[in-house]
């Protein structure tokens, strides 16, 4: 379980497919507090650490699916990529974003860009399918980060990226075309399945 409240931008460092895809991420934490089988949210999506570096050359290793790689970003990403990255919430940690599950739904597009005033707006299509889940003034997560919706027009729908979050995230790289990870909110998806006829 995650908040959305990025805590590390990763680099992508090497990618080998070989059935599965592996992914090795280059980070700034300290991976020797990091257990085998640990979740990490790479770019929003929940993946489980099956290797690691050490505390002086800190990357950590994570295996992608064939399901992975349909509904995310993971497949597109090449050497060099900017990683937005949050370890797990703990029970007592304090929480500053929504409840994220790291289970993706879709992937989305920003088709929008425009600064206003410090910060800049952002408008993301999603697959009309999915429209339904997204309201004003909800949460949704793109890349694994928290963010407040600001109005939806059918299948997009907009946002404001404040300066901190243009620099802690990838985010402040993004530009139309730009493809992210789209997790639905967690209680939007449960409302839906009870009121569905």
């Not at 289970?103 to 009309?128: I, L, Q």
Request: glycine share 10%; charged share 25%; proline share 4%.
């Amino acid at each position: 379980m995650f908040t959305g409240i990025v805590t590390d931008v990763g680099k992508l460092r090497h990618v080998e497919k070989r059935g599965d895809t592996h992914l090795v991420i280059a980070t700034n934490y300290d991976v020797s507090a990091v257990e085998m089988g640990a979740s990490i949210a790479c770019a929003g999506v929940c993946m489980t650490v099956v290797d690691k570096g050490s505390a002086r050359d800190r990357w950590f290793a994570v295996t992608a699916s064939g399901e992975t790689l349909s509904k995310t970003t993971l497949g597109t990403w090449k050497v060099g990529d900017a990683v937005n990255l949050e370890r797990p919430m703990r029970v007592g940690d304090e929480f500053g974003g929504h409840i994220v599950t790291g289970h993706v739904d879709a992937v989305a597009e920003v088709v929008g860009v425009k600064a206003e005033g410090e910060s800049v707006r952002m408008v993301f299509a999603v697959p009309a399918k999915l429209a339904r889940f997204v309201a004003p003034k909800g949460s949704v997560a793109l890349d694994g980060v928290s963010l407040t919706v600001n109005d939806v027009d059918g299948p997009r729908f907009g946002v404001n990226i404040i300066p901190h979050t243009q620099k802690v995230t990838t985010f402040g790289r993004a530009k139309p075309g730009t493809k992210v990870n789209f997790e639905i909110d967690l209680l939007a998806r449960y409302v839906a399945r009870l009121v569905k006829p």
